[in-house]
């Protein structure tokens, strides 16, 4: 990602340059408004950048047709506000799958175990209008997750749930991650999760990166004092 | 009041009998907005969807004429498509006017705007939002489009019933257009006002009375989907 920038009545997102690696999961922090969560639709090509460039495994991303829709279809956002769509569980989860003509079995057999992994068997044919804020957020990540996208965008998955689903949530990631190379990049307000979680840190703050590193030094020493004050709680803003 | 109770006894015998001339009446005031309705609904829902998913300042030349036309008077719309079908008119040719076509016609133009508008209004509340759910899952546009769709049905319903109501209950276009011939374009609204006049109260008491159900069964259906539509 080159020299990216998002203008909407202002500028709120100038990023110089990111270069993320595969398999790898990021975290990325920084106050509210700062642009995290339109660094992950532009990423996801959900929005178009106002400037700029963004490179997949190093080619230029195809700004329409087949060609962007082959590359969205390589990544799953969950959004900060998730919806999920008024039909069952078993339905949600196997939407992308059906998008992308999966044959029935298959699909059975990935669905069947996302359920058995978000412990939600029992709720497969419950409509998913009925379910609470947890079971909700981890059908939502199971529904990102079963096409096996090579990159998952994840803003602010855990907001508002309670400390059982967060880590029940956090473990999903990480096994997700581990188990088949997804790249991840999640947004967190919560600089702990990314602590917990995330092998580098990218700390956004109005618009900029400000900093971007192992997830031990941004926290334990981080070359910007603002890096600094935002982990540690103490920033004002 | 004798004359109102004597109507209403007849009426109902009418009813329970099946009377002929009544059925006929009814059957073909269904046939013609069911079928109106029915197409309104395959042209106004895509062009629903498509203006609510485009953002409001992107349409707002549409909108207005959109609500300028749910609200259009039914004879002005009876007007409109009488001088289109009529011999001198565009589609003379045809020879549509005074038949059950017509009729048809002048219904699917005053359903379509109603379906169009409520349906946009309903798109546009969540519409955006569930598009992009859909593409961030890897649906191409008309997987996403048919998704929007598919989780607005409440909204759809409601306008395609709305639509419905209004063509049914309406006089003044299919009046117009359809020239209330017995037995061929005689819906219950017109045989109402002509049996009216004619001082044969029983048969307008009897189609007032099946108006009122269809109507009463109509908005209880839409009154579930709202509710329904609401608890999601
Ligand atoms: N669709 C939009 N139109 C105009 N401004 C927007 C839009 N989306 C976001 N913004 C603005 O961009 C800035 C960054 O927003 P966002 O990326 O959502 O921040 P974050 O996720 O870090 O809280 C905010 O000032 C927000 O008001
Ligand atoms: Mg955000």
Redesign the pocket.
């Known amino acids: 990602m080159k020299a990216v920038r998002k203008i909407?009545?202002e500028e709120?997102l100038y990023i110089n340059e990111l270069i993320l690696t595969k398999g790898c999961i990021y975290g990325v922090i920084?106050p509210?408004?700062?642009?995290?969560?339109?660094?992950l639709r532009i990423i996801n090509m959900l929005t178009d950048q106002s400037s700029g460039e963004i490179l997949y495994n190093g080619e230029p991303a195809p700004k329409n047709g087949l060609g962007k829709l082959t590359l969205q279809r390589n990544m799953a956002l969950v959004f900060q506000k998730t919806l999920l769509f008024k039909d069952t569980v078993w339905n949600n989860i196997a939407y992308g799958l059906k998008a992308r003509g999966f044959n029935k079995k298959e699909i059975e057999i990935r669905v069947n175990s996302l359920l058995d992994q978000i412990g939600m068997t029992e709720l497969a044919s419950r409509r998913a209008e009925t379910l609470s804020g947890g079971e909700a957020q981890r059908v939502a990540i199971a529904r990102a997750v079963a096409f096996e996208p090579e990159i998952l965008l994840l803003d602010e998955p855990t907001a508002n749930l309670d400390p059982g689903n967060i880590e029940l949530i956090e473990e999903m990631i990480i096994k997700m991650a581990r188990d088949k190379a997804i790249t991840v990049i999640m947004?967190t307000h919560n600089v702990f999760q990314a602590k917990r979680i995330a092998d580098q840190v990218i700390f956004?703050n109005q618009g900029k990166i400000v900093e971007m590193g192992p997830t031990e030094k941004i926290f334990s020493k981080p070359d910007n004092e603002s890096t600094r004050l935002f982990v540690e709680g103490k920033m004002v803003y | 009041m004798s004359r109102l109770y004597e109507g209403l006894l007849e009426a109902l015998r009418l009813i329970i009998s099946f009377d002929p001339d009544l059925l006929t009446i009814v059957l073909l005031s269904l046939r013609v907005s069911i079928t109106a309705i029915l197409l309104a609904t395959l042209i106004g829902v895509p062009i629903g969807t498509l203006l609510g998913l485009k953002e409001e300042k992107k349409t707002g030349f549409f909108n207005k004429i959109i609500f300028t036309f749910m609200g259009m008077p039914p004879v002005v719309a009876g007007l409109i498509i009488f001088l289109i079908l009529s011999r001198q008119g565009p589609l003379g040719v045809l020879g549509l006017l005074y038949t059950p076509s017509a009729m048809i016609i002048a219904q699917v133009f005053l359903a379509s705007p109603i379906v169009i508008g409520l349906t946009m209004v309903g798109i546009r509340a969540k519409g955006g939002e569930i598009e992009e759910t859909a593409r961030s899952l890897g649906a191409g546009s008309a997987l996403a489009a048919w998704t929007v769709v598919k989780e607005s049905r409440y909204a759809i319903l409601g306008a395609v019933i709305t639509g419905f109501s209004r063509v049914v209950a309406e006089v003044g276009a299919v009046m117009i257009v359809g020239g209330n011939i017995e037995g061929h374009t005689r819906v219950m609204t017109t045989a109402i006002v002509l049996e009216t006049r004619k001082g044969n109260f029983e048969l307008a008491i009897g189609l007032g009375i099946i108006l009122l159900m269809i109507s009463f069964i109509v908005n209880s259906v839409l009154y579930t989907i709202q509710k329904g539509g609401k608890k999601n």
């Open positions: 909407y009545d709120v920084g509210s408004g700062a642009g995290k969560s339109t660094l947004v956004i």
